[in-house]
């Protein structure tokens, strides 16, 4: 039997990106539940059901600046018939009154002050001759007030437990915690709330060639900028990125390096040193200090990837590691496609790392160089009700340029060699799609 001539065959160990994906996030969970300080919790997942321990608001109140009368004393008032009534007193928010409204009287009040006692509605000051004074109450306080229009009961008054009730569950447990509910939780009165915890990723990068950004540069290097992405794309979803000092290409170093970020880390994120390269000796500390698979993942750009794991300490916590590719648009893609899903699964939100995937039209031809699928740095546009997606530029694993352009990566299948100019092409988006005004 003979292959069909256009079938590639390829090496025995290359995985899926799917597959690659679900034997790493095998190994991941969410992590603890800790408490937190409210500020610190932005888009973490709230990990205990949240009640109201009291009404919000507590007291009926105003919603407006105006007089607390009895409606029944507003009955028929017009512009042409006003009523008048004797003010006898005054109330701010944040205090209580402490008599009560009779009969033709109204006490002045400001918003989010308590409803007093006998009163059932609120008259707002444009409905009155407040505005017609020249001077201010303060100085001037004036023994009574002109109803210019009658008020229904209950007028302008936000009932107690309008927002929440008294033993209500307001936030249950599960709930991401974006500004809104961060603020629930505020009025709630909680100074903090027990979240499922950080993800603290180590980010190393590996090889001799590489410089800190601010040194001088000397030929035959360059700088690290795989440690800058990968950390700030740990830190954009959440998680706490712990930059160690790169490792040069030595046994030495790089064993003194993993220790020291599987010491105190959750992942441990490498780049480079993962292909074939003689200097590359990432894959022996890696063999030699913990369990490490080398795959050939079916997908371009990031064909090499390492994942095993290192026990840490008495060996009782083991620390996941992630041996990514060092080209550095290679780093970012393989990032994007297995470390994001991992840290979204530890930070408890296992289905958030999916991003939203759009059909657009593309605007040019889009080709896979080889038979792995291609994940294309894309600038997408929505123009006339349909998604537009054109490449960023060159596609090579090293044009990083190409990733700072892109919010869309656009992925040809592994089933069509291209995707032609006006073909449709699936894109995942990455950032916000503007649509120019037409
Ligand atoms: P390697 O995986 O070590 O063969 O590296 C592949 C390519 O990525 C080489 O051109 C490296 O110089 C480059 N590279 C490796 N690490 C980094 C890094 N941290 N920042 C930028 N480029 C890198
Ligand atoms: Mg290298």
Do not use: C
């Not at 006998?118 to 306080?141: H, K, L, M, N």
């Not at 095993?308 to 590691?321: D, I, L, M, Y």
Request: hydrophobic share 40%; charged share 25%; net charge negative.
């Amino acid at each position: 039997m003979s292959e069909p001539a256009h079938r590639h065959v390829l090496p025995a160990d290359m995985i899926s990106v799917e597959e690659a994906r679900a034997r790493i996030l095998a190994h991941f969970a969410p992590l603890e539940a800790v408490p937190a300080p409210l500020l610190e919790t932005l888009g973490q997942v709230l990990a205990e059901d949240v009640r109201g321990g009291f009404d919000i608001p507590p007291l009926a109140n105003t919603s407006m600046d105006g007089y607390a009368v009895r409606a029944a004393d507003t009955t028929g008032a017009a512009l042409a018939s006003p009523r008048r009534l004797r003010v006898t007193g005054y109330l701010a928010a944040g205090s209580v009154y402490d008599g009560s409204v009779g009969p033709g009287e109204a006490v002045r009040i400001m918003t989010g002050a308590p409803l007093p006692d006998g009163a059932d509605a609120i008259v707002p000051f444009e409905e009155t001759d407040e505005e017609e004074q020249s001077t201010r109450w303060e100085d001037d306080p004036r023994p009574d007030v002109r109803i210019d229009v009658a008020a229904a009961p209950g007028a302008n008054v936000r009932p107690a437990g309008e927002d929440v009730r008294a033993g209500e569950l307001v936030l249950p447990a599960g709930t991401i915690l974006g500004p809104g509910q961060i603020g629930v939780l505020a009025s709630l009165g909680l100074e903090q709330v027990t979240v499922i915890r950080r993800p603290r990723v180590a980010v190393l990068s590996t090889g001799d060639e590489l410089l800190r950004p601010g040194e001088p540069l000397r030929p035959g290097a360059i700088y690290d900028s795989n440690g800058f992405s990968l950390a700030s794309m740990v830190r954009e979803l959440g998680a706490e990125p712990l930059v160690l000092d790169i490792a040069g290409d030595s046994v030495e170093a790089l064993t003194a390096r993993v220790r020291e970020g599987v010491a105190d880390a959750d992942l441990l994120v490498t780049s480079a040193g993962v292909s074939r390269g003689d200097f590359d000796v990432v894959k022996e500390v890696l063999a030699r200090e913990g369990e490490v698979g080398f795959w050939t993942v079916r997908m371009r750009p990031g064909k090499p990837l390492a994942f095993g794991t290192f026990s840490a300490g008495e060996g009782e916590r083991v620390v996941p590691h992630l041996g990514l590719p060092g080209n550095p648009v290679s780093a970012m893609m393989t990032f994007e496609l297995f470390g994001r899903p991992a840290v979204f699964t530890m930070l408890g939100k296992p289905q958030a790392w999916e991003r939203p995937r759009v059909r657009a039209v593309a605007g040019e031809r889009i080709a896979r160089p080889d038979e792995r699928r291609f994940y294309a740095r894309a600038i997408v546009e929505r123009r006339d009700g349909r998604y537009h997606a054109r490449l960023t530029g060159p596609q090579g694993s090293g044009v990083l340029t190409s990733f700072a352009l892109a919010n869309g990566i656009a992925v040809v299948p592994e089933d069509a060699p291209a995707v032609e100019p006006g073909d449709e092409v699936e894109v995942l988006l990455i950032d916000r799609v503007t649509e120019p005004e037409s």
